[in-house]
């Protein structure tokens, strides 16, 4: 069965602080996506990142990384010296090549004090 | 960018009546797509539409909801009685294939009365 976990429900920081956002999921695909989203107070989903299972290679982009490890089925979400803009719930997705559905976890609250 | 374009943004209306939401995809997307999101919970998948016709679909989805697209360019969620626990955001998405990735639009908040 697919299922996404985001174990930590709500993160506060302090601005500049990093801080690693955890993501675990589980499927019997070897083929399979994994997607991060950031939904601001506003309340729109903002696509950040797509990942396919084949392709493990951490990446970076600014202040955001993200490091899929196969290994312990996780696909972390790292920002590097945060801003009080970072604050927004965070969504971890996964879809199986099979199905063209986005499976969801129930997200990270982040909230960065100045 | 290409957008996927909700409208209305805020919809509220009493129980039992019917709801249309509606959305228009990006213009060379084939894939189409309504998700859920309830108050403060995750988000949900509802139903996903593809060559005009439902290719799969959630528990969530029962017969009072059916989706259309019903001139190429909108593509429509129908409630047809509404329940006070269909109070949600709704979002509309779309994607040009399997895993490519889904553009999201900007949600209709539907608020049950």
Redesign the interface.
């Known amino acids: 069965a697919q299922k996404v976990t985001q174990a930590q429900t709500e993160i506060s920081v302090v601005e500049k602080e990093d801080v690693t956002l955890d993501c675990v999921y589980e499927t019997r695909d070897t083929t399979?996506?994994l997607?991060w989203?950031k939904q601001p107070p506003?309340?729109?989903?903002v696509?950040l990142i797509?990942r396919?299972s084949f392709d493990e290679q951490n990446e970076i982009s600014g202040r955001y990384s993200w490091n899929f490890q196969k290994s312990t089925s996780s696909f972390n979400f790292t920002i590097t010296a945060s801003q009080v803009v970072d604050s927004a719930v965070y969504?971890c997705?996964l879809?199986e090549?099979n199905?063209?559905?986005?499976?969801?976890?129930?997200?990270t609250r982040l909230q960065v004090f100045p | 960018e290409p957008e996927v374009t909700q409208t209305p943004s805020h919809q509220v209306t009493q129980m039992g009546q019917e709801v249309i939401l509606r959305c228009v995809p990006i213009s060379n997307h084939l894939?189409f797509?309504w998700?859920r999101q309830i108050l403060g919970?995750?988000?949900?998948?509802l139903v996903?539409f593809?060559n005009n016709e439902i290719?799969?679909k959630?528990e969530i989805f029962d017969d009072q909801f059916s989706v259309e697209r019903p001139d190429g360019s909108n593509f429509t969620l129908k409630i047809r009685s509404t329940k006070l626990e269909d109070s949600a955001?709704y979002?509309c998405a779309s994607?040009g294939g399997?895993?490519?990735?889904?553009?999201?639009?900007?949600?209709t908040?539907l608020t049950v009365v």
Do not use: C, H, P, W
């Open positions: 399979y996506y997607f989203y506003s309340g729109e989903l696509f797509r396919n969504f997705a879809s090549f199905t063209d559905k986005l499976i969801f976890g129930t997200g | 894939y797509y998700y919970q995750k988000v949900e998948f996903s593809y290719s799969e959630s955001m979002f994607s399997t895993g490519y990735g889904y553009t999201f639009g900007s949600g908040r």
